[in-house]
């Protein structure tokens, strides 16, 4: 296997859907896999070890679940279905696991099930840039720009050593229309539309994004309708599901959002109050992308955590 065997591999990882919902079971697996072999040069694991910290990404950065005992096992999804060309998988007597294994923690344990990048895949991942290429290839096509820190922080990676998206191979990559972050903060009049902030250093605003209402990795597209202008911290909360808008366009707090300060809980104070619109003559989200990120991205009633 070469390196662009790999990344073309990794590139066309399967996007799963469970009833309809996003599901980056396997990119999370893979980058916490990764975030392992940064630490100890291997990515060899059990189950019984990934299942904890792996459905807790799961939980976090996919679509919620209402069941506890389902967020407590989505590792296993990923861990039976991860490709084949990239994953072996084997029980404690060395029998290698097909595909086609249930899906259950018990399943998996009572066997003790673990698994490893084949050695071909490990190697490639000592080579000068490939770890960093791998992730930011992951990153970009399974999630959205301000999760890459976080998802970072979680796997144990410095986000400062991946590869330039310059490095990527062109499979299956969109590219960004550069005027889509101006034309969104000009239309919201630089100030974030849930909290109004509106910072600048001199002249220049600071702490300000343009942020896709539908992610662009999920097909998002760099048009006004899918944007908002939010500062750097609601950015962040927006986009890992911790706030959310309704169709009548009110901002709404996850209930499983927890805060501890002054400071956090000015958060919660935001729960009901409406979305800043964008100047007279221009569009307001669309309906469609709205309702995707609700979906899709926020922590609503009912969900659970691992």
């Known amino acids: 296997m070469t390196r662009e065997e ?15 919902s996003r599901a980056p079971h396997k990119p999370l697996l893979v980058l916490w896999l990764l975030g392992r072999f ?17 459905s807790r990404l ?70 000068p840039g490939m ?36 490095e990527l191979p062109a499979t299956r990559r969109r590219r960004r229309r550069t005027a889509f972050t101006e034309e969104v903060l000009q239309a919201y009049a630089y100030a974030c539309a849930f909290c109004g902030f509106d910072g600048a250093l001199g002249r220049n605003p600071v702490g300000l994004e343009a942020a896709h209402v539908r992610w662009h990795s999920q097909d998002g597209p760099d048009e006004f309708g899918n944007g908002l ?5 609601h950015h962040t909360l927006f986009d890992v599901g911790v706030l959310g808008i309704l169709p009548d366009l009110r901002i709404q707090v996850s209930p499983l959002y927890v805060a501890r300060s ?7 104070m935001l729960h009901g109050q409406p979305v800043a619109l964008p100047r007279p003559g221009r569009p307001r989200p669309e309906p469609e992308h709205v309702d995707w990120h609700a979906r899709q991205v926020f922590k609503g009633a009912g969900a659970a955590a691992a």
């Open 262 to 268: 002054a400071a956090a809980r000015a958060t919660d």
């Open 229 to 233: 202008a939010l500062c750097s911290l």
């Open 58 to 127: 799961i939980n976090d950065f996919g679509p919620a679940v209402r069941s506890p005992a389902a967020a407590r096992q989505r590792a296993a999804m990923p861990f039976v279905h991860l490709e084949r060309e990239l994953w072996d998988l084997r029980d404690k007597d060395g029998e290698e696991i097909g595909p086609g294994a249930p899906e259950r923690r018990g399943w998996l344990r009572d066997r003790g099930a673990h698994g490893r990048l084949r050695p071909e895949v490990e190697l490639l991942l000592t080579e």
């Open 38 to 54: 940064a630490e100890t040069g291997s990515t060899e694991v059990s189950y019984e070890m990934a299942e904890e910290p792996v």
């Open 6 to 20: 790999l990344t073309h591999r990794l590139s066309l990882l399967r996007r799963a859907r469970i009833g309809g």
């Open 131 to 166: 770890l960093g290429q791998a992730v930011r290839l992951l990153m970009e096509q399974h999630f959205t720009t301000a999760l890459e820190t976080v998802i970072c922080d979680a796997i144990g990676l410095d986000p400062a050593g991946l590869a330039e998206p310059a």
